[in-house]
């Protein structure tokens, strides 16, 4: 059975254009004018372009002492409903575990998901045995991205030895390393202080954690990563000190990548002084919302490409969670939702305000997420062969977030109240029509594991790159005689 996209107007990164999209078997088999011979959806007044691709997720995640209370059923259906039709989950190995074994729990997790899915594995301890799991985990896993904490003290933290040996093992198997940058050593010492002082409400962890100890670990971070000659990939950017160290990077040749969530471009620092304790705790994130100066910064790297994506890094707690941290903010459980605003909210505060054009929001939601996670044009691509992951995009169609209708599982949502204006009319998932103007008809079990191959284009120019230019020991004509 074909399904057939009609009379809308194709949207991707770098083309804008009018034509019908044919679908057979979950993939994009023709694309042109007049398509007919099968079920059509009707695309009049609409933008069809490539689905979603949340880079970064944290669904059914062991945290803090309690799990993210979104899995991959609600995380997966709420992507669907607001246009994101892949994730990419984190899979956290336990100090001593091996990252064989943690992958196998986070795919045990995956069985009622609803869209496709692929993971980043986390090095959260050192030895030999992770050293050699990277390579199964590259080779046979279809896993080409290791993520490095270097906050999180005592916990998920590894420290600049451990960082620099992961890095270069990574560089060895051509995947990517990525870094939440803040520095975890003087976090804690600033935590324990605030506390201390009697400094025990949410807005503490904001707080603890300035821009500046996020900015020394994105400099450090891609320090490391120039030592090592390997990609970076910085997880939620949320200030211009990281930015700025970002596009330095950039400017010099460096192959480093910024990825600011649509959190920290919409909300800002003023959330942690609210009454409510409620209200604040329930966005208590690493890093904090900050300020206008910085959403500004984050906003110019996504127009000006210094910064590539944007994320959600959806890590969802009820309310009854965050109340854990009632009297220490330390043990609020880090995170916050975004997975059906993400795609509205920018569209909204992005391309109807001109700060990106339709084109920079494909490519920032989609298409540089597959190029840079290597795995376009399977994602991220309206092309004949491509999966069907598409979403019809209604330029028109207004909502106000509500947590009464999301499809989150928790209790509220940090974008309660605010209007929306650009939503999905159709979402497919390898040709499903998983929503149709608002209906949800996602099918548990539906998403795939994608696979994600090492050594990108990327990966063989640096390492073609630091070859040339690597130490080379001089060769002299004369050593001189010694204790003449
Ligand atoms: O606060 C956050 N971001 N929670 C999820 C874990 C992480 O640091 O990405
Ligand atoms: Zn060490
Ligand atoms: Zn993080
Ligand atoms: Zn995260």
């Known amino acids: 059975m074909s399904t057939i996209i009609k009379n809308g107007t194709?949207?991707?990164?770098?083309?804008t254009y009018k034509a019908d999209?044919?679908?057979?078997?979950?993939?994009?088999?023709?694309?042109?004018?007049?398509?007919?011979?099968?079920?059509?959806l009707d695309a009049t007044g609409c933008y069809v372009m490539p689905g979603g691709i949340d880079p970064h997720t944290h669904l059914e995640m062991p945290f803090m002492g309690t799990y993210s209370a979104d899995d991959?059923?609600?995380g997966t259906r709420a992507g669907l409903a607001g246009g994101t039709t892949m994730v990419v989950d984190f899979a956290l190995p336990s100090p001593g575990q091996s990252l064989v074994d943690a992958l196998g729990m986070w795919h045990n997790k995956t069985s009622r998901a609803t869209a496709d899915f692929s993971f980043h594995m986390a090095v959260t301890w050192w030895g030999e045995q992770v050293f050699n799991d990277m390579a199964t985990i590259v080779n046979e896993k279809g896993i080409n991205s290791f993520k490095h904490f270097m906050a999180y003290k005592g916990a998920l933290m590894v420290d600049d030895d451990e960082m620099f040996s992961s890095f270069q093992r990574v560089g060895e198997l051509g995947a990517l390393a990525m870094v939440h940058a803040e520095n975890g050593d003087v976090v804690a010492q600033m935590q324990a202080k605030l506390l201390a002082e009697g400094n025990n409400g949410p807005e503490a962890h904001a707080y603890s954690r300035p821009a500046e100890v996020e900015g020394e670990a994105t400099n450090r971070a891609i320090m490391i990563a120039?030592?090592?000659?390997?990609?970076?990939?910085?997880?939620?950017?949320?200030?211009?000190?990281a930015h700025e160290a970002i596009r330095r990077a950039r400017a010099k040749g460096m192959r480093v990548y910024g990825e600011p969530l649509i959190q920290h471009l919409t909300l800002d620092e003023s959330e942690y002084s609210n009454p409510d304790w409620d209200h604040a705790a329930r966005r208590v994130m690493s890093p904090?919302?900050?300020?206008?100066t910085h959403q500004d910064s984050l906003w110019a790297g996504l127009s000006s490409g210094s910064l590539q994506v944007v994320a959600t890094d959806h890590c969802a707690f009820t309310s009854e969670q965050k109340r854990f941290g009632i009297g220490d903010f330390t043990k609020i459980p880090n995170g916050t939702g975004g997975l059906e605003d993400r795609?509205?909210?920018?569209?909204?505060?992005?391309?109807?305000?001109?700060?990106?054009?339709?084109?920079?929001?494909?490519?920032?939601?989609?298409?540089?997420?597959a190029k840079i996670l290597n795995m376009y044009p399977k994602k991220g691509a309206i092309l004949v062969g491509a999966d069907?992951?598409?979403?019809?995009?209604?330029?028109?169609?207004?909502?106000?977030?509500?947590?009464?209708?999301?499809?989150?599982?928790?209790?509220?949502n940090v974008f309660e109240g605010k209007e929306v204006t650009g939503l999905p009319r159709f979402t497919l998932t390898r040709g499903h029509l998983a929503i149709n103007d608002g209906k949800v008809d996602t099918r548990e079990g539906h998403g795939e594991f994608v696979k994600r191959p090492p050594v990108t284009p990327a990966n063989?120019?640096?390492?073609?790159?630091?070859?040339i230019t690597a130490p080379r020991k001089v060769q002299r004509t004369g050593i001189p005689a010694t204790g003449v």
């Open 10 to 15: 194709i949207v991707t990164a770098d083309l």
């Open 21 to 40: 999209v044919k679908i057979e078997g979950g993939k994009i088999v023709e694309i042109g004018q007049n398509l007919s011979g099968g079920k059509e």
């Open 72 to 74: 991959f059923e609600s």
């Open 226 to 241: 120039d030592m090592a000659g390997v990609p970076l990939y910085v997880v939620h950017t949320s200030c211009e000190q």
């Open 288 to 292: 904090p919302f900050r300020n206008k």
């Open 343 to 369: 795609m509205p909210m920018l569209w909204t505060h992005g391309v109807n305000t001109g700060r990106i054009t339709m084109n920079e929001f494909v490519a920032v939601t989609s298409t540089n997420i």
């Open 388 to 412: 069907a992951d598409i979403v019809v995009w209604d330029p028109a169609k207004k909502k106000t977030i509500s947590a009464a209708s999301q499809q989150s599982s928790i209790d509220y």
């Open 460 to 467: 063989k120019a640096l390492s073609t790159w630091k070859e």
